[in-house]
């Protein structure tokens, strides 16, 4: 049964498992929700686990601007490769991708940098 989501780049090709979609509950908080095994602590949901906290943040930074994606495990089958996106994976190690450079964010660069299919979709809202 598949049950992984992958946060994916889109642009890039680039992704990371972010678990199974799990039961949360939080304190103070009525309703019973989901979120991901990968990132929370399933007795504790406020409790994040700081290794993926730091590799979704990183992830993010280095690909701000781009298409973020979750998709369900089995996305596989769509692509040419089929291994698709285990690429990401050249890393030995979290930690070794942690250490790759993100240049300093400039927002007002970067929002000259924004995609004209994004504007277009933004024109939308
Ligand atoms: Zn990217």
């Not at 998709?71 to 690429?87: A, R």
């Not at 660069?109 to 994004?118: A, F, G, R």
Request: with cysteine.
């Amino acid at each position: 049964m598949l049950q992984d989501y992958t946060l994916v780049c889109m642009d890039c090709g680039e992704g990371f498992s972010l678990g199974e979609a799990i039961f949360i509950k939080y304190n103070s908080v009525q309703e019973i929700t989901y979120g991901y095994s990968a990132i929370t602590n399933n007795d504790n949901p406020w409790s994040i686990l700081e290794l993926k906290a730091a590799q979704i943040q990183h992830f993010l930074m280095q690909h701000r601007l781009h298409e973020i994606r979750v998709l369900p495990q089995g996305v596989e089958k769509y692509t040419g490769s089929g291994d698709f996106p285990s690429s990401y994976l050249r890393y030995d190690n979290i930690k070794q991708y942690l250490a790759t450079k993100v240049k300093k964010p400039q927002p007002d660069v970067d929002l000259n940098n924004i995609n004209q299919c994004v504007i277009e979709t933004l024109k939308g809202f």
